[in-house]
C-alpha cells in the first residue's frame, strides 16, 4: 500500500498563489508516475497535472503556465506550485500515485477555495 497525505489548501483571493504538497510513505518502490487531480461540486475528477519518475511534465490546458508541478524523491514528495488562481480553480485537490504502471493510490484531498 501507498499512503498520500495532501497539504498547503486553502482560502485565496484571485490572482494569488497557493503550493500544495503531497507526501508519500509505504510501499511507494515501484511508484512511478505522481499527479495532482481535482473535482469540483457537480463535476468529474479531473488531472490537472503529472509527473514521471524521469521528471517529465504534463498539464491540463486549464493551468499551463499557471501551474507547475515538481518532485523531491529524497522527501518522497511531490508538490504543485499554483500561481494567477481563479474562481473556477475552486475544487477539492487530490494527489495520485500509480505503482507498477497499474495500481492507483489516493489521498484524502485538499480543498482549494479561490473568492473574486
Known amino acids: 500500500q501507498v499512503q498520500l497525505v495532501e497539504s498547503g489548501g486553502g482560502l485565496v483571493q484571485a490572482g494569488g498563489s497557493l503550493r500544495l504538497s503531497c507526501l508519500a510513505s509505504g510501499r511507494i518502490f515501484g511508484v512511478t508516475g505522481l499527479g495532482w487531480y481535482r473535482q469540483a461540486p457537480g463535476k468529474e475528477r479531473e488531472r490537472v497535472a503529472h509527473?514521471?519518475?524521469?521528471?517529465?511534465?504534463t498539464y491540463d490546458d486549464s493551468v499551463k503556465g499557471r501551474f507547475t508541478i515538481s518532485r523531491d524523491n529524497a522527501k518522497n514528495t511531490v508538490y504543485l506550485q499554483m500561481n494567477s488562481l481563479k474562481p473556477e480553480d475552486t475544487a477539492v485537490y487530490y494527489c495520485?500515485?500509480?505503482?507498477?504502471?497499474?495500481?492507483?493510490?489516493w489521498g484524502q484531498g485538499t480543498q482549494v477555495t479561490v473568492f473574486s
Open positions: 495520485n500515485a500509480v505503482r507498477w504502471g497499474a495500481m492507483n493510490y
Open positions: 509527473i514521471t519518475s524521469g521528471g517529465t511534465t
